[in-house]
């Protein structure tokens, strides 16, 4: 029971970016005991699990019966506004989160087993010292090119996203969803609260609507790392694209107009 409520405690931490230290000022502690706790070596008072449930905004029951580095089930429908889920995520020797990388061989298995700690254990993993340590991090390999300039293969690093609130207008985001599997795209907020709207930078690539519901996990991308330096040649060759696409938009108001 110790070693349960200890994982979960320091999982639900870690998802408000907390310090032991921050954990315990908040419910009036000392830091040693959260590390106790966390460790399995004690466990907390009633009185303390409550104040702990109420701030992780969970029950009591859920806190100390509910494994939630093993999380499964159905993803609730989710409007603007309510959370994203608990995330499976390994730590370094001291204690420090690791970015996991996805890659493209991986990703359809990653839709699968992305909640299982053992399944999360085996991505490569690594440390990046240039990034906020309070956020949580995954790092995934993009394929096709749907979103030049940026190259097939090219790694793109997301923090994690709990809440859809926080999602920023035209930012890039990497998106997984049932239906969509692992994508890498800029999203758009629709005048419907509960989708949202996937657009590649690359113009040939429709943009489409998918519902928030169905959406798993959520990254916003903070960083990339490439082989392939940039090409002056394929920005041009994007900025045509992007000309011939506004054409044949063009184009096609014209035969409406013709039609009417």
């Known amino acids: 029971m110790s070693n349960l409520i200890g994982n979960n405690i320091r999982i639900l931490r870690k998802q408000l970016s907390f310090t032991q230290e921050q954990l315990a000022e908040k419910i009036g502690i000392k830091r040693s005991l959260i590390g106790a706790y966390e460790e399995g070596r004690a466990e907390p008072r009633l009185n303390t699990l409550q104040r ?17 580095a093993t999380h499964r089930g159905q993803m609730p429908d989710r409007q603007e506004g309510s959370p994203l889920r608990v995330l499976s995520i390994t730590l370094d020797k001291n204690d420090r989160e690791n970015i996991e990388l996805v890659p493209q061989k991986a990703a359809a298995g990653y839709l699968n087993g992305y909640a299982d700690p053992e399944y999360i254990e085996e991505l490569p993993r690594f440390q990046l010292p240039f990034l906020p340590a309070n956020q949580t991090y995954r790092a995934f390999e993009i394929s096709g090119d749907s979103m030049l300039p940026l190259q097939p293969g090219t790694i793109v690093i997301g923090s994690y996203v709990d809440d859809v609130r926080q999602i920023k207008n035209g930012h890039t985001y990497i998106v997984m969803s049932q239906q969509e599997g692992v994508v890498y795209k800029r999203i758009y907020k629709t005048d419907d609260p509960g989708q949202i709207r996937l657009v590649s930078d690359n113009t040939v690539f429709e943009p489409y609507n998918i519902q928030l519901g169905e959406v798993i996990e959520l990254w916003e ?9 940039p090409d002056p040649g394929a920005t041009e060759q994007l900025s045509l694209q992007k000309i011939a696409g506004i054409v044949m938009d063009l184009q096609k108001e014209v035969i409406k107009l013709k039609d009417r």
């Not at 702990?52 to 939630?68: C, N, R, T, W």
């Not at 991308?221 to 330096?229: G, K, L």
């Open 221 to 229: 991308a903070r960083a990339f790392i490439s082989q392939a330096f």
């Open 52 to 68: 702990m449930a109420d701030l992780f905004s969970v029950s009591v029951d859920l806190l100390i019966g509910h494994d939630f």
